[in-house]
């Protein structure tokens, strides 16, 4: 099993601070950044062969790669989606489809969170896919939502959601154990050929409709988190961030 980081996004909403960075290399605790704490988190759970889908302002992580390895040791592969700044992330999950072959621990390159949700995920982990949810934070129109069923496993996820509907919020991290993978890999290519601008989770929500189990896992009780898409995200997570 390898880590994986998709960290291909442009982060718009940001600007000024992505007029030449990635989302995902915004400082939010001193110069430490997005990536940063994602890569320090996965070394932290001994997973240090790392594959990182790079898309907008992908040269500055080419210029910060060995200073990343040396710093957290990892080993990183970059994966290269040259359609990062007109498709939305189905596709750039896809990419990496060769590279987490044997199982992975993906991280978004856009969520500030501490260790604590890896080894989470690690604890309960088991055939398929496993994805974090917080069950506790009060939903609005914006977040990746998650509905279960009976069983307490994923039976939606849309952003496109009723919150009073909701179970709880998907946080953008996914334990994806190796057998699930071919399966994941044709329901992420048919999510991007019916529609290119759809999400990653999307492709889960496919594989849902194909049948497939998907389990959830609910984050420790407390914990501090945020998904950085907009300015105020990014006031939150140099709150929180100097504190893992």
Known sequence: ???????????????????????ALVPVDGETTILDIALRNLAAVDLRD??????????????????LERRHGVRLTLVHNDRAEIWNNAYSMWLARDVMADGALMVNGDTVHPVT??????????PGLL??????????EEEMKVQ??????????????????????YIGVTLIEAEAVPGLASALQATFEGDPDLYYEDGYQ????????????????????????????LQRARQIACRY
Do not use: C
Not at 3 to 21: F, K, Q, Y
Not at 148 to 169: F, N
Not at 206 to 233: F, H, K, N, Q, Y
């Open 148 to 169: 279960l069923d009976e069983s307490g496993r994923l039976r939606r996820i849309t952003k496109l959601m009723d919150p009073g509907a909701a179970d709880g919020e």
């Open 117 to 126: 949700v890896e080894e989470a995920l690690l604890e309960r982990r088991g």
């Open 1 to 23: 099993m390898i880590g994986m980081v998709l960290a291909a996004g442009a982060g718009r909403r940001l600007r000024p601070h992505t007029d030449t960075l990635p989302k």
């Open 50 to 67: 790392v594959a990182v889908v790079v898309g907008y302002a992908s040269q500055v992580v080419e210029e910060r790669r060995e200073d």
């Open 206 to 233: 496919e594989l849902v409709d194909r049948g497939v189990p998907v389990s959830v896992a609910p984050i420790p009780a407390g914990t501090e988190w945020v998904e950085v898409d907009d300015l105020a995200d």
């Open 131 to 140: 994805l974090a949810m917080d069950d506790q934070k009060q939903l609005g």
